[in-house]
């Protein structure tokens, strides 16, 4: 059974970091790729970043601005994503997803992910 785990959220203040991580198990991560996902309280998800298994390379959302950091450390079939310098807007359930991913560069469109974790609240306070 695919399943994929997320941890790290909490609550911090504004200009915090936070250092998310989704554990995968059932598959493991080799040409996948995975995504993270936000959503606030009464607005849609929206995509943060992504990141292809197979060769590393990622895709960050325009709004991150390099604020957040997606890596992978497939020997431990785990994606992280640091995010730094939080802002109160930031607050949101965080989700990873997965998708098995044919090697171009991945984007972060909700709908073209199978497989989604259950979500992590980060809450930055202001």
């Known amino acids: 059974e695919v399943q994929l785990v997320e941890s790290g959220g909490g609550l911090v203040q504004a200009g915090g970091s936070l250092r998310l991580s989704c554990a995968a198990s059932?598959?493991?991560?080799?040409?996948?790729?995975i995504g993270w996902f936000r959503q606030a309280p009464g607005k849609g998800r929206e995509g943060i970043s992504c990141i292809t298994t197979s060769d590393g390379r990622t895709h960050d959302a325009d709004f991150v601005e390099g604020r957040f950091t997606i890596s992978s450390l497939n020997a431990k079939n785990s994606i992280t994503l640091q995010m730094n310098s939080l802002k109160p807007e930031d607050t949101g359930v965080y989700y990873c997803?997965?998708?098995?991913?044919?090697?171009?560069?991945?984007?972060?469109?909700?709908?073209?992910?199978?497989?989604w974790g259950q979500g992590t609240q980060v809450t930055v306070s202001s």
């Open positions: 997803a997965a998708a098995k991913w044919p090697g171009f560069r991945c984007e972060v469109v909700a709908a073209l992910y199978d497989y």
């Open positions: 059932g598959f493991t991560l080799d040409d996948y790729a």
